[in-house]
C-alpha cells in the first residue's frame, strides 16, 4: 500500500471505518457532560475553536518517519523483525494506527503555533476535532479549549453594601431569636458574622455579575468536584455507588449538582479576580515571606520556596483574602 493512497476525509455525517476509527482516538471528552438548570444556560459561555491546518508536506513526511519507526519493531510474518518492506509493513501495523501516531505528532505543534499567532489564551487542554484526513492534501483539524471569561463587574459596590444589609439583618433575627445551640463567646460570635456575610457578598455578586463560564472549564472543574467527592467517600470508606444509592439519585442528577457547585465556585473565583484588578490588590514579597515564616518546618519552608507553582498559589490565595476584607469592609 503507498503512503500516496488517499484516505477518506473524516466528514462528521458519513467517516470510512479507518477515519472513524482514528477520530475515536484522538478526539477527547467525556461521554457524558455535566449539565445545570436551564435557567443557567445563560451562564455557560462556548468553547473557543481555531482552524489548524498541517501542510501536506509535513503530514507526509511525519508519517513516514512514524512508519520507519514502528516498522523496526513490528513482527512481519515471512520477515525478521523490523525488516519487512515498509509497504508491507505498513499493511501489518495498519492505516488507521499510523493516522494516529501521524496526528499526535504534528498536532501539538501545529496547536501552539495557530494560538499564539491568533494572540489566544487557552485555561484548558486543547480537545482536537479532525475535520479533514487526506494523505494527498493538508489536514484539516478544530483545536477547541476554553480562554479567561471577560466579567463586567458594574457598580459591584452597590451589590455588596446592599448584601452587608441583608446579612446584619439575617445576623439580628438568628440572635433575637437566640437559638440554644448559638455560641455567645466573642470569637464565635465573630466567625459566624463573618461567616453569613461572605455568604450572603458572595451570593449576591454572583447572582447580579452572572460571568459566562466556558462549557469545558466547568466539565474540567465538574471532574475535580467528583474526584474530590470520591477521595472524601474513600475515607469514609463508601464506594460513589453506594452514595447514589443511599441518596436515591441518578449518576446524571449527581453530575449535574457537581457541575452547579463546580460553575458557582468558578464564577465567584473570576468575580474576585476581576475587583482585585480593578482595585489593584498586590501582595508583596514581605507579605508573602511572613506567612511562610509561620510554618515551623523549616524543610517544608525551603520546599514551598522552591516551588514556583505553590509560591503563585500563595500569592492567589492572599490576594483573595485581601479582597475578601475589602469587600467586608465597605
Same mark, same amino acid.
Request: net charge neutral; glycine share 2%.
Given at each position: 500500500?503507498?503512503?500516496?493512497? /488517499?484516505?477518506?476525509? /473524516?466528514?462528521?455525517?458519513?467517516?470510512?471505518?479507518?477515519?472513524?476509527?482514528?477520530?475515536?482516538?484522538?478526539?477527547?471528552?467525556?461521554? %457524558? $457532560?455535566?449539565?445545570?438548570?436551564?435557567?443557567?444556560?445563560? %451562564?455557560?459561555?462556548?468553547?473557543?475553536?481555531?482552524?489548524?491546518?498541517?501542510?501536506?508536506?509535513?503530514?507526509?513526511?511525519? =508519517?513516514?518517519?512514524?512508519?520507519?519507526?514502528?516498522?523496526?519493531?513490528?513482527?512481519?510474518?515471512?520477515?525478521?523483525?523490523?525488516?519487512?518492506?515498509?509497504?508491507?509493513?505498513?499493511?501489518?501495523?495498519?492505516? +488507521?494506527?499510523?493516522?494516529?501516531?501521524?496526528?499526535?505528532?504534528? %498536532?501539538?505543534?501545529? =496547536?501552539?503555533?495557530?494560538?499564539?499567532?491568533?494572540?489566544?489564551?487557552?485555561?484548558?487542554? /486543547?480537545?482536537?476535532?479532525?475535520?479533514?484526513?487526506?494523505?494527498? $492534501?493538508?489536514?484539516?483539524?478544530?483545536?477547541?479549549?476554553?480562554?479567561?471569561?471577560?466579567?463586567?463587574?458594574?457598580?459591584?459596590?452597590?451589590? %455588596? @453594601?446592599?448584601?452587608?444589609?441583608?446579612?446584619?439583618?439575617?445576623?439580628?433575627?438568628?440572635?433575637?431569636?437566640?437559638?440554644?445551640?448559638?455560641?455567645?463567646?466573642?470569637?464565635?460570635?465573630?466567625?459566624?458574622? $463573618?461567616?453569613?456575610?461572605?455568604?450572603?457578598?458572595?451570593?449576591?455578586?454572583?447572582?447580579?455579575?452572572?460571568?459566562?463560564?466556558?462549557?469545558?472549564?466547568?466539565?474540567?472543574?465538574?471532574?475535580?468536584?467528583?474526584?474530590?467527592?470520591?477521595?472524601?467517600?474513600?475515607?469514609?470508606?463508601?464506594?460513589?455507588?453506594? =452514595?447514589?444509592?443511599?441518596?436515591?439519585?441518578?449518576?446524571?442528577?449527581?453530575?449535574?449538582?457537581?457541575?452547579?457547585?463546580?460553575?458557582? $465556585?468558578?464564577?465567584?473565583?473570576?468575580?474576585?479576580?476581576?475587583?482585585?484588578?480593578?482595585?489593584?490588590?498586590?501582595?508583596?514579597?514581605?507579605?508573602?515571606?511572613?506567612?511562610?515564616?509561620?510554618?515551623?518546618?523549616?524543610?517544608?519552608?525551603?520546599?514551598?520556596?522552591?516551588? +514556583?507553582?505553590?509560591?503563585?498559589?500563595?500569592?492567589?490565595?492572599?490576594?483573595?483574602? @485581601?479582597?475578601?476584607? =475589602?469587600?467586608?469592609?465597605?
Amino acid at each position: 500500500m503507498s503512503t500516496s493512497t /488517499p484516505v477518506k476525509t /473524516p466528514k462528521k455525517t458519513a467517516a470510512t471505518k479507518t477515519l472513524a476509527e482514528t477520530n475515536s482516538k484522538v478526539k477527547s471528552g467525556p461521554a %457524558v $457532560k455535566p449539565s445545570v438548570d436551564k435557567s443557567a444556560s445563560d %451562564v455557560i459561555a462556548a468553547n473557543t475553536i481555531i482552524k489548524i491546518v498541517i501542510a501536506k508536506d509535513v503530514v507526509k513526511s511525519t =508519517y513516514q518517519k512514524v512508519l520507519i519507526k514502528l516498522a523496526k519493531t513490528t513482527a512481519t510474518p515471512g520477515f525478521r523483525k523490523g525488516k519487512a518492506p515498509l509497504e508491507i509493513a505498513e499493511d501489518v501495523i495498519g492505516r +488507521s494506527k499510523l493516522i494516529e501516531k501521524t496526528f499526535n505528532e504534528v %498536532v501539538a505543534h501545529e =496547536y501552539y503555533h495557530a494560538v499564539v499567532d491568533q494572540k489566544k489564551q487557552p485555561i484548558t487542554q /486543547p480537545e482536537f476535532d479532525p475535520i479533514s484526513l487526506e494523505m494527498d $492534501k493538508d489536514w484539516e483539524v478544530e483545536a477547541h479549549f476554553a480562554e479567561r471569561p471577560e466579567i463586567k463587574l458594574g457598580d459591584f459596590t452597590k451589590t %455588596v @453594601k446592599a448584601a452587608l444589609k441583608t446579612a446584619e439583618a439575617e445576623l439580628a433575627e438568628h440572635l433575637k431569636q437566640d437559638h440554644p445551640d448559638h455560641d455567645h463567646k466573642p470569637e464565635a460570635l465573630e466567625a459566624e458574622t $463573618k461567616e453569613v456575610k461572605l455568604r450572603q457578598i458572595f451570593k449576591s455578586l454572583v447572582e447580579t455579575i452572572r460571568p459566562a463560564i466556558p462549557e469545558m472549564l466547568l466539565r474540567q472543574e465538574t471532574r475535580f468536584e467528583l474526584d474530590d467527592l470520591i477521595k472524601n467517600l474513600e475515607q469514609l470508606k463508601l464506594k460513589i455507588e453506594d =452514595y447514589i444509592a443511599k441518596r436515591q439519585i441518578t449518576t446524571q442528577e449527581l453530575s449535574n449538582e457537581l457541575a452547579a457547585t463546580a460553575l458557582g $465556585k468558578l464564577q465567584l473565583e473570576f468575580i474576585l479576580g476581576a475587583i482585585a484588578k480593578e482595585q489593584k490588590v498586590t501582595v508583596s514579597a514581605a507579605e508573602s515571606d511572613k506567612v511562610l515564616n509561620d510554618i515551623k518546618d523549616e524543610a517544608t519552608r525551603t520546599k514551598i520556596k522552591a516551588d +514556583s507553582e505553590t509560591m503563585r498559589q500563595l500569592e492567589v490565595s492572599l490576594i483573595r483574602q @485581601k479582597v475578601v476584607d =475589602y469587600l467586608l469592609n465597605l
